[in-house]
């Protein structure tokens, strides 16, 4: 028998496509292309390398990517400072390369890769991370600022984050030749 999606459930998918689709496009295509790199779903480079400066961006990030499975099990239970900067060292890494290919520009499209790349749990994580790798002085001035006053006062200081994981996971979409289509 095959599970029912709640209401709810439905709901936040919708709602998690509705941000998505609120991206810019080449912000879509980065989050697209890291899913495919993080999660290992398909070969990134065949699909979504448009010339060679492109392959050798998608091969730095997937070597960048390696560390997500370090990430994932350094993962603190709690605010131990011990605990805090094996995790936090690599995460700070990872998100400087993304934040780096410009294509990132605000903390909820970060957040919504990241969500995604390492799960729910990260959430709590997400604003120092990102506040760290946006400051670091390898990005332009401006794109530094423009990320810094991306992130809202309310993710800044949340008191709390849900441990809902996330439901929808963009994929590649074949374009469709509309003439081929039936009338």
């Known amino acids: 028998m095959a599970s029912r999606m709640k209401p ?7 709602a998690e496509m509705k941000e998505f689709a609120g991206f810019a496009a080449s912000t879509q295509r980065y989050i697209r292309r890291s899913l495919d790199i993080g999660l290992e779903r ?34 603190p239970d709690d605010a131990d400072l011990g605990s ?11 998100s400087a390369f993304d934040l780096g290919q ?4 605000t903390f909820s499209a970060y957040r919504f890769l990241y969500e995604r790349l390492i799960g729910a749990e990260v959430r709590p994580w997400l604003p120092s991370a ?13 794109l530094r600022r423009k990320l810094l006053q991306s992130i809202s006062e309310a993710a800044a200081t949340a008191s709390g984050w849900s441990n ?20």
Request: glycine residues 2%; negative net charge; charged residues 20%.
């Open 130 to 142: 990102f506040c760290s790798a946006a400051a670091l002085p390898h990005l332009h001035p401006d």
């Open 102 to 105: 410009g294509r990132l520009t």
């Open 84 to 94: 805090i900067e094996p995790f936090m060292a690599p995460l700070v890494t990872i």
């Open 42 to 75: 398909s070969d990134a480079l065949e699909r979504w390398s448009r010339d060679v400066v492109e392959a050798a961006s998608i091969r730095a990030q997937a070597n960048i990517y390696e560390r997500l499975p370090e990430v994932r099990a350094l993962m």
């Open 8 to 14: 709810a459930e439905g709901a936040m998918t919708l």
């Open 164 to 183: 809902r994981q996330p439901a929808f996971f963009p994929q590649w979409v074949e374009k469709v030749d509309a003439q081929a289509l039936p009338n």
